[in-house]
Every structure is written in C-alpha cells, then in structure tokens.
C-alpha cells in the first residue's frame, strides 16, 4: 500500500514563521522592465542609453522567451522541491478568470513600458515604475491585500509569484 501524500515543505516567511507546504501555487511568472542603474554616473548613462536604443528588440526577444522561460522554471521548482507546484493555468473558475491578465501589464518606464505575463497568469493591480517589486510588495498595503483576498477566496495555503528582470 503507498500513500499519494508526500512531505511537506517548510517555506520561510517574512514573520520567520515556516509554514509547511504540500502544493505551490504558482500565479505568475513575469519579466519586468531592463534593470538600468543610476551609478556610477558616467557608466549608468553609457550603459542605459545603449539598451535604451535596443529596448524594442529586448522587448520582442523578451516575449518569444517567457514562455520558456516559464516553463524551466517551473520544472526546475518540480525537481528540486518536494511538492505539487500548480501553476495559474490549473486554477480553473470563472472567478479566477478575472484576474488573468492577457500577456501585459502597463509599466511607467518609457523605454521599457511593459511587464510581461506568462500565458494565463494572474495580475492583482498594476504595478506602476516597477523598479523594485520586492518594495513594491512591501509597501504596498492594497497590493498586498489583494494577493490575501484572493489566496482566501479560492482557499490557497500560498500564493507564489516569479519576476524577473535583465541586467546588465
């Protein structure tokens, strides 16, 4: 006789309290706008206004990969975590439906205007100059919450996020 139940994870938290985990909700895997630093000063400028004259092909090339990109990420968390990762494609509910955002979402970066979804993910808001999602998250009162009233109306232990972004 086996059992289909597999350990649990433990995933730390940002109360440091570790929660066991059997699934991974995965909701969204993104790429955001080019990181572009602001120093040094005179390296900073050279660097940001050659990719800012090459920001459409990043774009573009930025689109034909994320499904890709998407996908080993997602199968790498498969491999080397002990427990169901279920993407955002697996939530089916018209409810969830809502928060399917097509391919992406609005940045104010000029150069780099938008934040690029995987095929049927979820968006909670916009996320504005996009500079640091990890502040943005963190800042965020209304942002945060949305990601909880969502996590508790479709009963999930864990909502996972992935962004990235290129640098230079």
């Known amino acids: 006789m086996g059992s289909c139940i597999g350990p649990k994870f433990t995933a730390s938290t940002k ?5 066991p985990l059997d699934t991974l909700n995965l909701v969204a895997v993104m790429i955001g706008p080019v990181y572009q630093p602001t120093l040094p000063l005179i390296d900073a400028a050279a660097f940001n ?12 090339a930025e689109e034909e990969r994320i499904e890709a990109i998407k996908a080993d990420f997602v ?13 955002a494609n697996e939530l089916e509910s018209y409810q969830v439906d809502a928060y399917r955002i097509e391919k992406a979402a609005t940045s104010e970066n000029k150069n780099f205007p938008l934040v690029l979804f995987g095929e049927g993910d979820l968006s909670f808001q916009q996320y504005g100059k996009m500079k640091n999602l990890r502040n943005e998250f963190e800042s965020n009162y209304e942002l945060r919450q949305n ?11 864990n909502v996972a996020i992935c962004y990235n972004r290129l640098a230079g």
């Open 75 to 87: 199968e790498t968390l498969k491999q080397k975590l002990p427990v169901v990762v279920r993407t």
């Open 15 to 19: 109360t440091g309290q570790p929660i």
């Open 49 to 60: 206004g050659k990719t800012n004259k090459i920001a459409n092909d990043l774009i573009k």
């Open 147 to 157: 990601v909880a009233d969502f996590a508790k109306k479709f009963d999930l232990s």
